[in-house]
């Protein structure tokens, strides 16, 4: 018998969510043996716009994105819905639009409008009452108890770890399902957040090469106590990194020859997206 998203976040057992950004990369990760999936907002704006994430892209877009996921894949999708996109009420219309879109897991944070990056600097954060207004209408936009709302805090950059500490008590007293502490500094800091949080509510870690939180793997996040371990933006990172190459050696070469060992071929790539299986249901009508 299947179980929920919610019941799974019960289970002890970590889970680990990679970053996708469309549904060949959603497809793809379901493949791979995945339970859930993260929309990363930092990847959309990545390949959809091919610019930072600096909060340029919009609930529309994400909302679309989302959908056309939710449409070719059957596991739970967490989906990063920045700051609600606006205030209360325009978080209340993001909950409703993502939850249409069939996002098992929002994520809303604590930034302000526009935000930026978690891992860049620069941030600035919204009182403490303003973002348990915007959880609380978040919670009452939602159809369903099932549409699970995670809250984020961005404010040990900004007010310290100890600040960060007490809006996520803030956060958990509002009623929502999950907590995400972002860019925790160093092994101690994440220690301490899990010795106070991880016993009461799933507690999220967030990974990302580069950043400013250590990238340990999903196994020893466990251990500590996180309950949902993302790699938002590795997907992206290592599309970016394949493409670099593989575009240099078309130009260099002319020819895609030298980089066919590294690519699926025309009948690989088909057999991956499904084509034969949806050809076939064709032939029933």
Same mark, same amino acid.
């Given at each position: 018998?299947?179980?929920?998203?919610?019941?799974?976040?019960?289970?002890?057992?970590?889970?680990?969510?990679?970053?996708?950004?469309?549904?060949?990369?959603?497809?793809?990760?379901?493949?791979?043996?995945?339970?859930?999936?993260?929309?990363?907002?930092?990847?959309?704006?990545?390949?959809?716009?091919?610019?930072?994430?600096?909060?340029?892209?919009? =609930?529309?877009?994400?909302?679309?994105?989302?959908?056309?996921?939710?449409?070719?894949?059957?596991?739970?999708?967490?989906?990063?819905?920045?700051?609600?996109?606006?205030?209360?009420?325009?978080? &209340?219309?993001?909950?409703?639009?993502?939850?249409?879109?069939?996002?098992?897991?929002?994520?809303?944070?604590?930034?302000?409008?526009?935000?930026?990056?978690?891992?860049?600097?620069?941030?600035?954060?919204?009182?403490?009452?303003?973002?348990?207004?915007?959880?609380?209408?978040?919670?009452?936009?939602?159809?369903?108890?099932?549409?699970?709302?995670?809250?984020?805090?961005?404010?040990?950059?900004?007010?310290?770890?100890?600040?960060?500490?007490?809006?996520?008590? =803030?956060?958990?007293?509002?009623?929502?399902?999950?907590?995400?502490?972002?860019?925790?500094?160093?092994?101690?800091?994440?220690?301490?957040?899990?010795?106070?949080?991880?016993?009461?509510?799933?507690?999220?870690?967030?990974?990302?090469?580069?950043?400013?939180?250590?990238?340990?793997?999903?196994?020893?996040?466990?251990?500590?106590?996180?309950?949902?371990?993302?790699?938002?933006?590795?997907?992206?990172?290592?599309?970016?990194?394949?493409?670099?190459?593989?575009?240099?050696?078309?130009?260099?070469?002319?020819?895609?020859?030298? &980089?066919?060992?590294?690519?699926?071929?025309?009948?690989?790539?088909?057999?991956?997206?499904?084509?034969?299986?949806?050809?076939?249901?064709?032939?029933?009508?």
């Amino acid at each position: 018998m299947s179980i929920s998203f919610k019941q799974r976040l019960d289970q002890p057992k970590v889970l680990l969510a990679p970053g996708i950004y469309d549904p060949l990369t959603a497809l793809i990760a379901e493949q791979a043996g995945f339970e859930a999936l993260y929309l990363s907002g930092a990847s959309i704006a990545y390949t959809k716009l091919g610019r930072s994430d600096i909060g340029l892209t919009t =609930a529309t877009e994400v909302a679309d994105t989302l959908a056309r996921i939710t449409e070719r894949v059957s596991i739970p999708v967490i989906v990063d819905a920045d700051t609600g996109f606006g205030n209360a009420l325009n978080t &209340m219309r993001t909950v409703r639009a993502f939850e249409q879109a069939g996002a098992a897991m929002l994520q809303l944070e604590d930034q302000t409008f526009p935000k930026r990056c978690g891992h860049l600097d620069g941030k600035s954060v919204v009182p403490t009452l303003e973002m348990c207004g915007k959880l609380k209408a978040a919670l009452d936009a939602r159809k369903s108890s099932e549409t699970l709302i995670l809250a984020r805090t961005d404010a040990l950059a900004v007010e310290g770890f100890e600040a960060a500490m007490e809006r996520a008590e =803030a956060y958990l007293a509002c009623g929502v399902d999950a907590l995400f502490i972002e860019a925790l500094r160093t092994p101690e800091q994440m220690a301490l957040a899990c010795a106070r949080f991880a016993g009461r509510i799933p507690l999220l870690a967030n990974m990302v090469e580069g950043g400013k939180t250590p990238v340990q793997s999903a196994k020893v996040l466990g251990d500590k106590g996180f309950r949902i371990v993302i790699f938002p933006g590795g997907t992206a990172r290592a599309v970016a990194f394949t493409l670099q190459k593989y575009y240099a050696s078309l130009h260099a070469h002319q020819t895609t020859a030298q &980089m066919q060992d590294q690519m699926l071929d025309f009948d690989q790539l088909n057999e991956v997206i499904g084509t034969p299986e949806l050809l076939a249901l064709g032939q029933r009508y």
